[in-house]
């Protein structure tokens, strides 16, 4: 079993971060934490004894979400939750989801041991799953908090060794029927902390992004299909070269990308040639296709344009086929809560930018369910998912300043 | 071990064909005699064994190179030399190579049973290795025979199992030095007949192809550099997408291709995404690039096409390097044999056209050291290295018709 650093004696953002990374840490310096993993219990395990040392009431639902509660002195029951995801992707980095979390508690317990207990209870979580990186499935912790998931449509997800999720959750000690909140209890609102994971601050030289909205995403697999032959004996124009038509698609497509809006973003990350051999002719070429924007009238005009390329192939005699499997709706989070950490970071001397998010957040699954909040500190060089995400202390120092702020004026006044 | 059928009773190019693919057969209904292999040797000693029922005088080479002989009676030291390979590509068909030895055979032993003995020397043979499939080496059994390639530049080359070239001649039974040729021995022209491994006789509805060249190949390795980045966070005008790039380039060497001369093919046929991820702008993406034509100009000036484009890589801030790895010059085949062949298929009555070969053969081996003939029969789709390659038994006969009237007129006239 790996060693791991007992909890910092001071509470210090960059020491909790270093501390927590030791749960799952890689030979690489990243960290691990796959959903249900013996790596997750332990960090799960981790932050229960952080928040029980920081005076919290603490609890696990049904599906391994961790909470540490500050009851509430004048309206227990309307909470104010604040948090991360635990879980990482496989070889990540130290700041993704962990960072959120650990401001979290930090911010609501330098409220506590300043002004005691707030009027509303602040409830710190630990979201149990949001990279679907273990089994095909993104965002269980928070779906399952916010009532929109059930078991019975996860349970029978298999992880790549045939391990279902309802096995691993069961294996890890959950999977028993609890109440998600006792009766009359209301989350009024949602607030995440989170790296950009991306360059936008740090090449504005911004301390703070404010985000207005998440991108809507959807992903498609594109199929060409040509006519494998021999590179030397057929002539070019006797070709079907499914090769050559994807390479054209991608052209247009991300030519279009840019002509539509500056901000819709559209990538082909993946390609896969077929036979992939130098001397024959590609017979078929299969593509990923990802397309954000936080708009869906953009997303729908993308759409169309990928849909009427198929008449491009039918006119070369070969064939396009498109299969969109992810389609996430863009999510508007609180204007209020835009306009009141605005006036905070101002009051804070912090610059800020407000922002689009390109990336998916637990609080876009929160912000169709309460006013939400999404915060983000800038990612150095953009880089996440690695064991090279960085963000300098100061700047993590910051992201908590903003959410002691903005937690002081949800639950203390 | 394999059953095999016995040798014909009767000798014909189709039954012979099945008998010999007896060796090496795969399950899906291919053949696999990768060079020194058992099922090599053994389709070689059969081979043998056809020679001496047929009444040829056999020896093999130092390397493995079968040769069957009717020996001159009047100028017997001049060598009509004509055949094919024995080896195969890995699960390749029944007639590529094989069809040019067994026809070359039948067309020899036809004209024995008719005329007897020949003026000068006929030798069939059938040649250890052209495809290059288990050592990273072609030509093997034709740069032998003629002289081009020396046992030191070849016995190290590695097998994909680590065994050697030499390691595996030995285990076969050669690499004892010989004589290739007795004194003062001379070939005086090199004969082949080959499936076409294309579509253009087929497509064209002729019966015999009369190659004038065989085309120059090249063969380069292309990196694509960018910079790998979130696929949602980085806006379209600040990504080095090396997948974007690599798409242009081929969109732009296939025109340019076809611009530049309409028997110039130009094949990316390969490429290898990094880190090929939906969600992850290409960092980098390597292609190969294979180009074919009969003139070096035009393969000078597509070269010259493919390094300039190293400037709109750099203009976007990108790299690409250029490795080529392969140069292999056009060959011109005799041009009286061309004339020669012309003459025969008319007064066969085959239609036929004059026609350059875009795939490698012996044939441009023996081109730059004797007069050289090549001839096509169909290709059934011109599928070919494939257990569907097909060509039709009397499209098969008239190849051995045209190969037995120059054998005629080269070494009875």
Same mark, same amino acid.
Not at 11 to 40: C, D, F, K, M
Not at 181 to 200: P, W
């Given at each position: 079993?790996?060693?791991?650093?007992?909890?910092?004696?001071?509470?210090?953002?960059?020491?909790?971060?270093?501390?927590?990374?030791?749960?799952?840490?890689?030979?690489?310096?990243?960290?691990?934490?796959?959903?249900?993993?013996?790596?997750?219990?332990?960090?799960?395990?981790?932050?229960?004894?952080?928040?029980?040392?920081?005076?919290?009431?603490?609890?696990?639902?049904?599906?391994?979400?961790?909470?540490?509660?500050?009851?509430?002195?004048?309206?227990?029951?309307?909470?104010?939750?604040?948090?991360?995801?635990?879980?990482?992707?496989?070889?990540?980095?130290?700041?993704?989801?962990?960072?959120?979390?650990?401001?979290?508690?930090?911010?609501?317990?330098?409220?506590?041991?300043?002004?005691?207990?707030?009027?509303?209870?602040?409830?710190?979580?630990?979201?149990?799953?949001?990279?679907?990186?273990?089994?095909?499935?993104?965002?269980?912790?928070?779906?399952?908090?916010?009532?929109?998931?059930?078991?019975?449509?996860?349970?029978?997800?298999?992880?790549?060794?045939?391990?279902?999720? /309802?096995? *691993?959750? !069961? #294996?890890?000690?959950?999977?028993?029927?609890?109440?998600? @909140?006792?009766? $009359?209890?209301?989350?009024?609102?949602?607030?995440?902390?989170?790296?950009?994971?991306?360059?936008?601050?740090?090449?504005?030289?911004?301390?703070?992004?404010?985000?207005?909205?998440?991108?809507?995403?959807?992903?498609?697999?594109?199929?060409?299909?040509?006519?494998?032959?021999?590179?030397?004996?057929?002539?070019?124009?006797?070709?079907?070269?499914?090769?050559?038509?994807?390479?054209?698609?991608?052209?247009?497509?991300?030519?279009?990308?840019?002509?539509?809006?500056?901000?819709?973003?559209?990538?082909?990350?993946?390609?896969?040639?077929?036979?992939?051999?130098?001397?024959?002719?590609?017979?078929?070429?299969?593509?990923?296709?990802?397309?954000?924007?936080?708009?869906?009238?953009?997303?729908?005009?993308?759409?169309?344009?990928?849909?009427?390329?198929? /008449?491009? *192939?039918? !006119? #070369?005699?070969?064939?396009?086929?498109?299969?969109?499997? @992810?389609?996430? $709706?863009?999510?508007?989070?609180?204007?209020?809560?835009?306009?009141?950490?605005?006036?905070?970071?101002?009051?804070?001397?912090?610059?800020?930018?407000?922002?689009?998010?390109?990336?998916?957040?637990?609080?876009?699954?929160?912000?169709?369910?309460?006013?939400?909040?999404?915060?983000?500190?800038?990612?150095?060089?953009?880089?996440?998912?690695?064991?090279?995400?960085?963000?300098?202390?100061?700047?993590?120092?910051?992201?908590?300043?903003?959410?002691?702020?903005?937690?002081?004026?949800?639950?203390?006044?």
């Amino acid at each position: 079993m790996a060693q791991h650093d007992a909890i910092p004696d001071q509470p210090s953002i960059s020491h909790w971060i270093e501390w927590l990374a030791t749960y799952g840490q890689t030979e690489n310096g990243g960290v691990t934490r796959l959903l249900y993993s013996e790596s997750w219990q332990r960090a799960q395990e981790a932050m229960k004894e952080l928040m029980l040392q920081h005076g919290c009431q603490v609890r696990f639902d049904e599906v391994g979400n961790l909470f540490g509660r500050y009851p509430g002195r004048e309206q227990p029951k309307a909470i104010i939750l604040t948090g991360s995801h635990i879980d990482t992707v496989i070889d990540g980095g130290k700041y993704d989801g962990a960072y959120g979390i650990l401001a979290s508690m930090l911010a609501a317990h330098l409220l506590y041991l300043k002004y005691g207990p707030p009027k509303k209870t602040i409830e710190v979580v630990s979201l149990a799953e949001e990279e679907g990186s273990r089994f095909p499935f993104t965002f269980w912790g928070s779906k399952w908090v916010t009532g929109q998931v059930e078991l019975e449509e996860a349970k029978a997800l298999l992880d790549s060794n045939g391990f279902s999720l /309802e096995e *691993a959750m !069961k #294996q890890a000690g959950f999977g028993q029927p609890t109440l998600a @909140l006792k009766e $009359k209890e209301k989350i009024e609102a949602f607030l995440e902390v989170h790296i950009e994971q991306g360059v936008m601050l740090e090449r504005k030289q911004k301390e703070i992004g404010i985000v207005t909205d998440i991108v809507g995403q959807r992903r498609y697999t594109l199929q060409f299909q040509g006519e494998s032959n021999h590179a030397g004996t057929t002539p070019m124009s006797m070709r079907k070269d499914a090769l050559r038509l994807a390479a054209a698609f991608i052209t247009h497509v991300t030519e279009e990308a840019e002509r539509l809006d500056e901000s819709l973003v559209a990538t082909i990350g993946k390609v896969v040639v077929s036979p992939n051999t130098p001397n024959v002719i590609a017979g078929g070429v299969e593509c990923s296709l990802d397309v954000r924007h936080a708009n869906v009238a953009y997303l729908d005009a993308f759409e169309k344009i990928v849909f009427d390329y198929r /008449e491009i *192939a039918k !006119k #070369q005699n070969m064939q396009m086929d498109i299969n969109r499997w @992810l389609n996430i $709706k863009p999510v508007h989070l609180s204007d209020k809560h835009v306009q009141l950490t605005r006036q905070q970071a101002e009051e804070a001397g912090f610059s800020y930018d407000v922002m689009v998010s390109g990336a998916g957040h637990d609080a876009q699954v929160f912000g169709t369910f309460c006013p939400t909040s999404l915060i983000f500190v800038p990612s150095h060089k953009g880089i996440s998912h690695s064991p090279e995400e960085y963000t300098h202390w100061q700047e993590l120092e910051k992201g908590v300043e903003i959410l002691k702020r903005q937690l002081y004026t949800l639950a203390y006044e």
